[in-house]
């Protein structure tokens, strides 16, 4: 099993995380099945950004993102380089640390 360390989150994990995964997984799998209840708006589909995650640790071990993922990325609030789309960073065997970011796409909409 892999380890995925979640920072602290106000809304979604305060006092931090930690999580077991299959290697295969992705990253917005394995929290949502250990209730740390992230966005995805589409349902995984990689068609927006409400999944985005920063790869603190263990970023070189997920899978290399592909055109459409980069693409979409540029759209995410807070970008960094070792940004990813939770929902296509699939886990290998190496733990991670991510943070999820303050705010996403649909909080800017809102007006959070």
């Given at each position: 099993m892999t380890?995925?360390?979640?920072l602290p989150h106000?809304?979604?994990a305060p006092n931090g995380a930690e999580v077991q995964a299959p290697p295969g997984t992705s990253i917005c799998e394995a929290l949502l099945d250990n209730g740390i209840k992230i966005e995805h708006a589409c349902d995984?589909?990689?068609a927006c950004t409400t999944c985005h995650v920063i790869v603190r640790e263990g970023y070189e071990s997920l899978n290399e993102a592909d055109?459409?993922?980069?693409d979409l990325l540029d759209r995410a609030w807070g970008l960094?380089?070792?940004?990813?789309?939770s929902c296509q960073a699939i886990?290998?065997?190496?733990?991670?640390?991510?943070e999820i970011p303050k705010y996403s796409i649909n909080h800017a909409k809102e007006n959070h």
């Open positions: 380890v995925i360390r979640i106000p809304e979604y995984m589909s990689c055109e459409n993922e980069e960094e380089p070792q940004s990813r789309l886990l290998a065997q190496k733990d991670v640390v991510v």
